[in-house]
C-alpha cells in the first residue's frame, strides 16, 4: 500500500480514515494461521483422550486432564478464528464508483478500512480540483468587466464549492464505513470471549474489580492528601489519615495484582505499576518526613542562639552558628548527619507504620484530632491569624509550615549568618520532592489517563 495522502485541505486538517489495511490484514493472516494450528492441536487432544488402550491410573488421570484442556483449547481456537474473520486475512479490493462502494457488503475490517480509504482520497481529490477551479476562476474575476463573464466566473465558484460541500459528505461517508467496521469487528470478539472456557472466573473478576477501585480510592486520597496539609491543626492530621488510607490502598491493589499475575490474568507491567503506585506513595510521605525535621533541627539552632546571645556563654553561641551555616549551606542529609541506616529507617518508616502499634495509634490520634470541635475553631482561628485563607494556603503541610513561620522572625535577628538563606528552599525542595512522589502515582492509575 502507498503512503497516505498529508495534505487534506480543503476538506480537513489530518487523515480521516488513518491505517494501513494491508497491515491489518497480515495480522488477520497470522490470527488465522494460528486458529487452524489449535485445531489440529484439539482434534490431537480429542484422539488421544479417546484411546482406551492405556488402561491404568495413569492413563485414565490423562485422559481426564485431556478432556479438561479440549475445551480451553477449543475456546482459544474460536478467539483466534473470530478474530482473524473479524479484521479479514486480505484485503478485497470492491470496484466501481462511490455508490457501488458505499453500498458494498462488508468484508473483514481490512477491506472495510481500504474501501473507506479509497472513498475518501477520490473525495480529496474532487475538493483539491475544485478548489483549483475555485481559485483561478476568483482570479480571473478580479479583472472582468463584462456582467455575463462575472457571471459565469461566479457559477463556477459556486459550483466549486457545492463540489467541495458533496466531498465533505464523502469524508463522513467513508468515516461512518470505517467506525461500523470496527465495530463489527469489537463485537465480533466481544461476543466470543464474553462467554466461554477462558473468561476469567469469578475470583478472578472480584481481584480484578478491587484492584482498580482501590488504585482509584489511593490516587484520590493521595491527591487530597497534598491538598489539606497546610490547614492548621487539622490539616496534619487529615493529611495523615488521607495518606494513611491511600497506602493501604494501594497495597490491597498490590498484593490483588499480584495474585492475578501469577493467575496469568495481569502481565508484569501491570503488577510493575502496582508495586511502584505503593512504593511512591510510601517514599514520598517519607520526604515530607525529612523536611520536617530538617525545619525543626534550624529551629531548635535559632532558639538555642537566642539562648546564648548573653556574655559568658559565647562558645554556645558560636557551636549554634557553625550549625546553622552548615545547616543551611551543605547538603541536607549531610547536615542532619543521618547515616545510611537512620536514612533507610525514615525512607521505610511510612511502609512499618501499617504493621505497627505505633503507627495505627498516630493514626487514631489523627482520627480524634479531626472530630474533635476544639481543633476545628483551633484551625478557623489559625487561618484568620494568618491574614485569611488565601494567605493561609501554603506548598508545605501545617506543621512544616509552623517551624519555617517560627524559623522566619528568629533569622532576622542573625543576618550574619549567610547559611541561613538556603534553609527555606531546602524544605520547599524537599516537600516538593515528596509531592512529586505522592503525585506521580496519579499518572500510574490507568483510571486518571486518557482513552487514547
Known sequence: MGGRPRNWQPLCYGDPVPGDPDRVASLGKKLKKTAEELERQVRNLKAISEVEAWDSDAGREFRKRAEGCHGKLDAARKRYA?????????????????????????KGYASDLNRAQQIADAALKEAQSAEDEKRAAGTKLVDANDEVRRKSLEDLQKDADDTIKAAQKKIEEAKRIRDAAAKRACDAIDEVISDDALRDGFWDSLLDDIATITGLIATVC???????????????????????VALVMSLVGFICTAVLYMRGNADLMDLGEAALGFLMLGVGKAFSKIAGKYAGQVLKRLRGLKANRTPGVGRAFKRDRQKLNSLGGKGVLETLQMSPKELGKTMVSPFTELVTKSGWKGFADNAKTLFNMNSWRAAKEGVAANGGLLKSVSLVDAEVASKLKSIKPLSDNFSQIPGLNGVVGKVNLLTGVGYAMTGGNIYLDENTRPAF
Do not use: F
Request: hydrophobic residues 50%; glycine residues 18%.
Open 82 to 106: 473470530t478474530a482473524a474473520v473479524a479484521l479479514g486475512d486480505k484485503v478485497v479490493d470492491v470496484g466501481g464508483g462511490y455508490q457501488d462502494k458505499v453500498h458494498a457488503s462488508s
Open 222 to 244: 493521595g491527591v487530597l492528601s497534598l491538598l489539606v496539609g497546610w490547614i492548621p491543626v487539622i490539616g496534619q492530621a487529615l493529611a495523615g489519615i488521607l495518606g494513611t
